[in-house]
């Protein structure tokens, strides 16, 4: 479950798992015993210490839970706790930076370095940065992410200078516009981004334009604040050969890549929001989930694609040490689905848990 910036259950991966035995569409709504059922069995298998789901299918609305919110506790998961978002933090960024676009603040195909002059190579487009196609190094390659090494550097600030520098410091993965690349580094930039367009940090940006219109009240962008507030469940990993709790960390090292806490009732409300058209422009609202024959799964921020039973879904994974995210929704929002796993010290099978997550959800 994670040590990566991003998830290591995105949603390429949950919806892959979907490909065996998914039955037609049908209206009999989703079966609540089944999805506690698949969450018992994430738990039970070790994939997860926690986790918890939110499903909305029409009506029908309700959250579920499974695990322990502290391993040494008998606590359940709190139905309403705070969690890190991971990457699902890319989702926002990448809304506001449309938002600014389709204020006449932003040329989604002029070059980055016109906003930015010499931050990066000049034939990189906005669009390319927002749609992973710019061919920027992902700087967390070159962390020392595996749970030894990134203990001595988990309380460390990280500017996105500094990020950056990691990145530009390699020559380009592929020329720009040529291939798809999952890399953080390009929501870093992102992040610089709408701080020079909008003349302010970015999070104030995010807290201004999504979080305070919608009253996400349980949704902030921490900085270098290592806490998470309010009820939460704790995420873990193996530290010399002992479990180690890594629910405290500095979260700058993923900055507008992926630093974001949430509720899943939080990321419900946003993604209504955003499929809805209620926070971006008709022009903007269709160049999110544009996808391409270079992208064909991955719009601007937003990760698309249809599922084997013909349901189109689209939203986003995020994964942040100790923390595993997802957030998917129909186009028309009346299917939605928000989970959070939090890892334990050991690593587990889930089986066909997530596929059957989905398929009761969506199919």
Known sequence: MGIRLVATVTAASLLALTTAGVASADTSGTDRKAVQ??????????????????????????????????????????????????????????????????????????????????????????RQVLQHTSGLFNYTNALPLNPDEFEKIRYKHWSPQELLAISTAKPLDFDPGTQWNYSNTNYVVAGLLVEKLTGRPYEKAVEQRILKPLRLNDTEVPGDSPNIKGPHAHGYWTVAGKPSDITRINPSVAWAAGEMISTTRDLDTFITALSSGELLRPAQQAEISKTTAVSPQYGLGLQVETLPCGTKVWGHGGGIPGYSSQLLSTPDSKKRFELNATSGPTEGDPGDAFNKLLTEVFC
């Open 37 to 126: 059922q698949a969450l018992d069995q994430i738990t039970r298998s070790g994939a997860a210490l926690g986790v918890q789901a939110r499903v909305v299918d029409g009506r029908q609305r309700f959250t579920a839970t499974s695990g322990k919110a502290e391993l040494d506790g008998d606590r359940p998961v709190p139905d309403n706790g705070r969690f890190r978002v991971g990457s699902i933090t890319k989702t926002f960024v990448s809304t506001v930076l449309l938002q600014l676009a389709g204020e006449g603040k932003l040329d989604l195909d002029a070059p980055v370095v016109r906003y930015l002059p010499g931050l990066i190579d000049q034939r990189i487009t906005v």
